[in-house]
């Protein structure tokens, strides 16, 4: 069992910046791939941002503006969101999956954008 824990969410006006944390209690450094999730309310479940072992791929609406990273040392996932707007408003979700189709979620960090 893995536990991934999210900090970093908040409340930030539009144009600002968050940097979203999600500390693993197992080595990442054999993951497979490591991404960010966000849910808003009444919507489904949607990739932002995923990083495999070649590929890191990104949602359009975030393009250019969110970077996912990681650094193994300290197990830890990094999403650094710049130039939010009101519609990235949502609970953000990390996620990392290992070999065998083991999948790991964290608990989930609120971010709120006022315009």
């Known amino acids: 069992q893995v536990q991934l824990v999210e900090s970093g969410g908040g409340l930030v006006q539009a144009g600002g910046s968050l940097r979203l944390s999600c500390a693993a209690s197992?080595?990442?450094?054999?993951?497979?791939?490591i991404g960010w999730y966000r849910q808003a309310s009444g919507k489904q479940r949607e990739l932002v941002a995923r990083s495999g072992v070649v590929l890191t791929n990104y949602a359009d609406s975030v393009k250019g503006r969110f970077t996912i990273s990681r650094d193994n040392a300290k197990n830890t996932v990094y999403l650094q969101m710049n130039s939010l707007k009101p519609e990235d408003t949502a609970v953000y979700y990390c996620s990392v999956s290992y070999s065998g189709g083991l999948v790991y979620w964290g608990q989930g960090t609120q971010v709120t954008v006022s315009s």
């Open positions: 197992r080595s990442i450094f054999g993951a497979n791939s």
